[in-house]
């Protein structure tokens, strides 16, 4: 956001507004963080760095985060938990937990991952497979 300091939100692209906006939610007080589709609109590589950023912040803060997404592999990367939510109503198909990350460095969010990650993201995967639901619907 170099250079952006005097803009206005209505001047900033859809990727400014929304690290901006994360940005404002990592500042508040409180322990508690609600994302709803949080790194829509940021390319895959800026996508993964964001990611890990507010991961990091959020336990080295000790928030807890609720985090909506259909993405499976921030899911994994970013989370301890991950129910995944199927049907309408909403019933719960499978929920996996824990997620282990042993420290920050070994969130996963990065090109490479984590092993923790990958094993959850192949998980999640398999419980797609085994009920039927094409993964680019989510």
Do not use: W
Not at 16 to 29: D, E, F, G, I, T
Not at 98 to 111: D, K, Q
């Amino acid at each position: 956001l170099n250079g952006e300091q005097e803009s206005y939100p209505y001047q900033l692209s859809g990727g400014m507004a929304r690290r901006v906006s994360l940005a404002r939610a990592l500042a508040a007080p409180g322990n508690l963080l609600l994302l709803d589709e949080p790194f829509t609109g940021l390319d895959a590589q800026l996508k993964a760095r964001v990611a890990e950023f507010v991961a990091i912040s959020c336990r080295e803060d000790k928030k807890t985060v609720l985090c909506i997404t259909h993405d499976m592999e921030m899911a994994a990367c970013f989370a301890d938990r991950i129910i995944l939510l199927g049907g309408t109503p909403a019933t719960v198909i499978e929920d996996i937990a824990p997620i282990p990350h042993t420290n920050t460095s070994e969130l996963g969010c990065s090109e490479n991952g984590h092993e923790s990650t990958r094993h959850a993201t192949v998980r999640l995967r398999r419980v797609l497979a085994l009920h039927g639901i094409d993964e680019s619907t989510l």
